[in-house]
């Protein structure tokens, strides 16, 4: 199993920056897929980026490309997600999310952290 934790949130500016971290335990972390979702009070949890095992392949929602830029480093098991130019609507509570042994994006996830809010006031 693969346990994670996220943090990094926290109250900034609209058009402020913030970096989202993913500490992920487990024997392979290597391996999985991790994605960033984020859900807002009162509506359902959204897909916000994604990258692959290897670091190569990075995806994203139509709405934070060119603002948000998700990255990991295996060696430190970890998977960041640099949030820049923030916006209101970016307000959420931002998940960081596993997918075992899955090499196709969308991929499947497995696993999820307990979530870490981020508030972009206006």
């Known amino acids: 199993q693969v346990q994670l934790v996220e943090s990094g949130g926290g109250l900034v500016q609209t058009g402020g920056s913030l970096r989202l971290s993913c500490a992920a335990s487990?024997?392979?972390?290597?391996?999985?897929?991790m994605g960033w979702f984020r859900q807002a009070p009162g509506k359902e949890r959204d897909f916000v980026a994604a990258?692959?095992?290897?670091?190569?392949?990075?995806y994203y929602t139509d709405s934070v490309k060119g603002r948000f830029t998700i990255s990991r480093d295996n060696a430190k098991k970890m998977v960041y997600l640099q949030m820049n130019s923030l916006k209101p609507e970016d307000t959420a509570v931002y998940y960081c999310?596993?997918?075992?042994?899955?090499?196709?994006?969308?991929?499947?996830?497995?696993?999820w952290g307990q979530g870490t809010q981020v508030t972009v006031s206006s």
């Open positions: 999310a596993a997918a075992r042994g899955d090499y196709t994006f969308p991929y499947k996830y497995d696993y």
């Open positions: 487990g024997r392979t972390f290597s391996s999985y897929a």
């Open positions: 990258i692959s095992w290897s670091g190569i392949n990075t």
